[in-house]
């Protein structure tokens, strides 16, 4: 049978995701956790059954994998290009800035994972920085490139440039913050940032949720990348 042409594929592929209780389980999967099928269906508020068949139809369009350990079957997203799409339509759904707030809890505005990634105003924060200390150039065939004093630097501090390069994946691109409404840091670099930060304590991830916190650590070993992060997240 051939492979569905471009634009019927894409209408599949919104179809699974149009489906609100679909919508939760992919939005839950968002902090790039690996959950069981009963768990999202306690998310998706639904029957047991009809998660088997809403994980289904999201495992066929390629939105969601299954790992089988035990008794257990696990599902997470794919990769961070589903991710990237569920933010850029988070973006879409919401309404401006001022309305959205008052919904989104203040520590998930101030920093939290996008997948593999720093998002909020974090990860819009360091998005920025990198791009004023010169380390990331602009956009070219929506992708950032690393300068020279960019690799430099960040292999300083503990990053393997040469490795995030070598993945099967976007090495630096923008992904549009849903509750910033600006670009935070996507791609290999961006996963390997958020690694780094947890592995050297810069960051500390919550156990139930999205969230990030930055520690005192980071505010005094790299206060040109964490600064103004503390105040917002006290805020």
């Known amino acids: 049978m051939p492979a569905p042409d471009p634009d019927t594929r894409l209408a599949r592929i919104a179809g699974a995701i149009a489906e609100p209780a679909r919508a939760r389980m992919l939005c839950c999967l968002m902090d790039g956790r690996a959950r069981t099928a009963t768990e999202l269906a306690t998310v998706a508020a639904v029957a047991a059954s009809t998660a088997s068949a809403h994980l289904a139809r999201l495992r066929d369009e390629g939105l969601v994998s299954q790992v089988a350990q035990g008794k257990h079957r696990y599902f997470r997203l794919v990769n961070d290009d589903v991710a990237a799409a569920l933010e850029g339509l988070m973006f879409i759904a919401g309404t401006d800035v001022a309305q959205f707030e008052p919904n989104t809890p203040s520590r998930l505005r ?32 929506g992708a950032y490139q690393l300068t020279n004093d960019g690799a ?71 206060p040109e990348l964490f600064a103004d992060a503390g105040s917002r997240q006290n805020g």
Do not use: M, N
């Open 110 to 141: 101030a920093a939290r994972t996008c997948y593999d990634h720093i998002a909020g105003a974090l990860g819009v924060q360091l998005h920025d920085r990198l791009h004023a200390h010169g380390w990331l150039s602009g956009l070219e065939g």
């Open 152 to 222: 430099l630097a960040l292999q300083t501090l503990g990053l393997d440039v040469d490795a995030l390069r070598a993945r099967r994946r976007r090495f630096a691109c923008p992904c549009l913050d849903w509750s910033e409404r600006r670009p935070h840091l996507g791609g290999a670099l961006g996963a390997g940032w958020l690694a780094l930060s947890l592995r050297r304590g810069w960051l500390r991830q919550a156990l139930d949720d999205r969230a990030l916190a930055v520690t005192p650590k980071a505010l005094r070993e790299l």
